[in-house]
């Protein structure tokens, strides 16, 4: 079974251009979250969808990211324009069940704004 | 506010030597707790949960957490580390209705030699 993968690994971009990361979550789990992790804190909540509906996005910095799961299958977040604290790893998780259900996380994206 | 708090960033420890990575969590959040280990340039894998039932939980790769409702803690224990075990660990609980995981801010295990 695969696991969760996301495109690119690396983003380097500069200040004011746009940025779209992709994930593609475990075939079958209709439940897909948005995570980051700013250098040296905490990995954060974004939102969550279930299948292609945003169950939460209480997460969301802010209104320069937008993500969609269209079809409820994959699901992109983008940042636009991008700012410097934007910088970070932008991890996806997804999960068949809620609850104490696990999260399977992929690999991560490492976005750097310049 | 709900929080889950790693005191310890950094953890050195030489081979074969015991080692507790500390993890406390706010009462607000729910009892399902959980330990994600991040190897070098890999995702997060889950370690161990603990969702209910017996306090103590075991991990394959012999890891073991034990949760404390009194102290709030549910930290994470191995008698003897091996190389292989150096990784970033986090822990992380349930946020309940909000069905989103709440994390600390991650210790660096680090195994010498």
């Known amino acids: 079974e695969a696991g969760v993968t996301q495109f690119p690994s690396h983003s380097v971009i500069e200040k004011g251009q746009t940025v779209t990361l992709r994930c593609d979550p475990i075939s079958g789990h209709d439940n897909l979250y948005w995570y980051r992790r700013v250098m040296g804190k905490e990995i954060k909540f974004l939102l969550h969808?279930?299948?292609?509906?945003?169950?939460?996005e209480s997460g969301m910095p802010n209104n320069r990211f937008l993500a969609e799961r269209t079809g409820g299958t994959y699901s992109t977040l983008k940042v636009q324009p991008a700012e410097l604290e934007d910088s970070g790893v932008y991890f996806c998780?997804?999960?068949?069940?809620?609850?104490?259900?696990?999260?399977?996380f992929g690999p991560g994206t490492r976005l750097t704004v310049l | 506010a709900q929080s889950v708090t790693q005191l310890d960033s950094q953890v050195p420890v030489f081979e074969e030597a015991p080692v507790e990575l500390r993890c406390n969590y706010s009462?607000?959040?729910?009892?399902?707790l959980f330990w994600y280990v991040q190897y070098p340039n890999q995702g997060l894998q889950l370690l161990l949960k603990y969702l209910s039932g017996s306090t103590l939980v075991e991990s394959i790769n012999g890891f073991e957490a034990e949760f404390n409702k009194s102290q709030t803690s549910f930290h994470l224990r191995k008698p003897s580390v091996h190389i292989s075990d150096t990784a970033e660990y986090f822990c992380?609980?349930?946020?309940?209705?909000?069905?989103?995981?709440?994390f600390g801010t991650g210790t660096l295990l680090a195994v010498q030699p």
């Open positions: 969808f279930v299948k292609e509906s945003k169950q939460d």
């Open positions: 009462s607000s959040v729910s009892v399902y």
């Open positions: 998780a997804s999960s068949q069940f809620l609850g104490g259900n696990e999260q399977f």
């Open positions: 992380a609980a349930y946020g309940g209705a909000t069905n989103k995981l709440i």
